[in-house]
């Protein structure tokens, strides 16, 4: 079920590591020292506020998809702390990063279409 007022503190929180993460306030070199393209997805957030589920795309190599999101569990405390900093919350939830490949997908999708209407273009 999808909660209106988990939804808003959802993306306010993406809002948020979003900015970290473009603006280079995290000092890890996995995070920031990548030639990637880094993006926050979305973001889950559990019911009782306790968890967020931030899902993280990578566009680029794999092995840098791994060294983000490590660099970016490492960095979790201080990501809370900026979090709890911008949303006015009692209890800032505790935020776990997963990898999500939808827009890998997306592209990989694309270029079937696109590959499809060339060939069709071709009879």
Known sequence: MSYARTRRIGEEIKKVITEL???QK???TRVT???SLVSVTTV???RDLTYAYV???VLGKEEDK???LEGLKS?????????GRAVNLRHTPEIIFKGDDSIERGVNMS???NNLNIGSEEE
């Not at 960095?75 to 979090?83: T, W």
């Open 21 to 23: 993460i473009t603006e």
């Open 26 to 28: 995290i000092k890890d």
């Open 33 to 35: 020292g990548t030639r």
């Open 44 to 46: 889950d957030v559990v």
């Open 55 to 57: 899902y993280i795309s």
């Open 66 to 68: 791994d060294k983000v």
């Open 75 to 83: 960095a979790s405390g201080f990501i809370r702390k900026e979090v």
């Open 111 to 113: 270029k079937l279409i």
